[in-house]
T-cell receptor, first 112, second 113 residues
Framework: KQEVTQIPAALSVPEGENLVLNCSFT??????LQWFRQDPGKGLTSLLL?????REQTSGRLNASLDKSSGRSTLYIAASQPGDSATYLC???????????FGSGTRLLVRP | AAGVIQSPRHLIKEKRETATLKCYPI?????VYWYQQGPGQDPQFLIS???????DKGSIPDRFSAQQFSDYHSELNMSSLELGDSALYFC????????????FGPGTRLTVL
């Protein structure tokens, strides 16, 4: 059974710092991995999608990497801003399924 | 750009009542997914539809049923509601059921009293 873990569970950084969020999964037979942002009580905003054949994806200040064989992905946020404060979730799609399996998220606070 | 639309956004029901949640996917998206997110928890997959046929099933209670209609919108029907059904219910859609990004709607917050 696939398990997705995110470390740390919470992170507080001063504005301007570069930071890395970690996501690990136990079964490497994934089709793709998606990173989301969720504001409190709100919906999920898709940030980046990495196919299993890709190593990384970039969008603006965000860069996501994937090491499928070791079961790891990282989300790098450059020059963090208070507006980046939210919960960041990673989710994997298995080869054999349509569904996304989510990690429990990292709650990020960027202090002004 | 058009997004996934969910209605209603908020719903309050009593125990043992019935609720119907609606989802309108992004135009030209043929796959719809339903997820449940309890308080302080990560989203859990319930069910998905591709071209109006059920394509995958997760931890959906027997009290719940769903379908996708000819215009690709989907409805999640929930009967005999329990207190534990209180959660955020998300609908997502994708253009390609295998490789594409799943785009999530704003969610319906269901409160069961």
């Amino acid at each position: 059974k696939q398990e997705v873990t995110q470390i740390p569970a919470a992170l507080s950084v001063p504005e301007g710092e570069n930071l890395v969020l970690n996501c690990s999964f136990t079964d490497s037979a994934i089709y793709n991995l998606q990173w989301f942002r969720q504001d409190p009580g709100k919906g999920l905003t898709s940030l980046l999608l990495i196919q299993s054949s890709q190593r990384e994806q970039t969008s603006g200040r965000l860069n996501a990497s994937l090491d499928k064989s070791s079961g790891r992905s990282t989300l790098y946020i450059a020059a963090s801003q208070p507006g980046d404060s939210a919960t960041y979730l990673c989710a994997v799609k298995m080869d054999s399924s349509y569904k996304l399996i989510f990690g429990s998220g990292t709650r990020l606070l960027v202090r002004p | 750009a058009a997004g996934v639309i969910q209605s209603p956004r908020h719903l309050i029901k009593e125990k043992r009542e019935t609720a119907t949640l609606k989802c309108y996917p992004i135009p030209r998206h043929d796959t719809v997914y339903w997820y449940q997110q309890g308080p302080g928890q990560d989203p859990q997959f319930l069910i998905s539809f591709y071209e109006k046929m059920q394509s995958d099933k997760g931890s959906i209670p027997d009290r719940f049923s769903a379908q996708q209609f000819s215009d690709y919108h989907s409805e999640l029907n929930m009967s005999s509601l329990e207190l534990g059904d209180s959660a955020l219910y998300f609908c997502a859609s994708s253009r390609d059921r295998i490789t594409d990004t799943q785009y999530f709607g704003p969610g319906t917050r269901l409160t069961v009293l």
